[in-house]
């Protein structure tokens, strides 16, 4: 069973300060990685995806990928209450054909004190 | 251009009624996916096309759930016999699906379905 995990949390920081969100997959031949960020009531909303190992930055969000570790994380630098909400990992797998769905995390609960 | 659009963005029905969800994607994307999403969960796939044809529908959980996208664009999900535990928000999203590991999906608004 292919899995993505994730701390559910609350994760609560105080504004300003760097959010750091972890997510481990088991699917050593996973290929790409993707965050999505929802709010209460709302889809989710692409934030970012990360295809080879290292980091991507766009804006005050950063990826980390480790394949030989096996985890993807999201930074977010001068972190904003606007930042409040859910975090979903999700990761493709490197499948022949056209399987091409992802496999999810739980998501984790993002907090952004004032 | 526009957004992948859901119709309806909230639908009620009884138990053991039908219901059809309608998912209008992004113009372009030729992948279609349905997913549905329960509080605090992960969103569930649930059926994936390519085309006009279903790629994968290995997440549909029973045969009361069936969809179809039968000129390549619109999609629609059609639920029979409702049960309560259909209950959840159903997402459509698309992605413009070429070679390799990429197209990121694109989610639309979703349907909240509840079955009294």
Redo the contacts between chains.
Sequence with gaps: QKEVEQNSGPLSVPEGAIASLNCTYSDRGSQSFFWYRQYSGKSPELIMFIYSNGDKEDGRFTAQLNKASQYVSLLIRDSQPSDSATYLCAVRGDNAGNNRKLIWGLGTSLAVNP | GAGVSQTPSNKVTEKGKYVELRCDPISGHT?L?WYRQSL??????LI?F?GTGA??DS?LPNDRFFAVRPEGSVSTLKIQRTERGDSA?Y?CAS?F?GQG??????????TRLTVT
């Design positions: 992948a996916y605090g969960q992960g969103p569930e796939f994936y390519q790629a994968d997440g928000v997402l992605s699906s590991a990429g197209s990121p999906l694109h989610f639309g608004n979703g």
